[in-house]
């Protein structure tokens, strides 16, 4: 590994990484599978285990909402818009308690919900080529419209599900 002043370069990367983000809030949910933030602003879009009657939705495991805190901090629900061209969230039973899982807005980025070997519910994404729990998604826009944005890059955090060190990786749309 090349180093940088004393400092390896993973961990200045990861240093610059955390910090554009720093003062975003963090959304904490009993049921929050992981959470999805944009640079444009700190309204958090947050993604959580759907129960029905105490056992999950399996028509439609996961809940999408947003928790507004550039207004007080409350939770809204997506708007028509919101749930059917950006943040909505497909799924597909695959077995009891799997799912296959994307953002309407994201079909080539396939997820699996399942349970874990805690038998926790985590949702599982590809980071780094490896299986990882995924943590958190980041958005860089850097202009565009409304209905296309300049996406720069999307930023995945997540876990190694063995050993629950930290990974991340950016992806260039």
């Known amino acids: 590994m090349y180093r940088f002043m004393g400092i390896g370069v993973a961990l200045l990367l990861n240093i610059l990484l955390v910090n554009g983000q720093e003062k975003y809030p963090v959304p904490s949910s009993p049921n929050q599978l992981f959470y999805l933030q944009k640079n444009t602003n700190t309204n958090t879009i947050v993604c959580e285990l759907n129960y029905k009657n105490g056992v999950i939705d399996a028509s439609d495991p996961v809940h999408v909402f947003w928790m507004r805190y550039q207004e007080q901090g409350q939770q809204k629900e997506l708007n028509y818009i919101q749930r059917t061209f950006a943040y909505g969230m497909k799924s597909s039973q695959l077995a009891k308690d799997k799912f296959k899982l994307h953002f309407v807005s994201l079909k080539k980025y396939p997820m699996i ?40 890059y999307i930023e995945l955090r997540g876990s190694d599900p063995v050993t629950g060190t930290e990974t991340v990786e950016r992806l260039k749309i």
């Open 113 to 152: 919900l399942k349970r874990g070997t805690n038998y926790k519910f985590n949702v599982y994404a590809t980071i780094n080529q490896k299986e990882a729990i995924l943590h958190r998604i980041f958005v860089k826009i850097n202009g565009g419209t409304f209905w296309s944005p300049n996406v720069e």
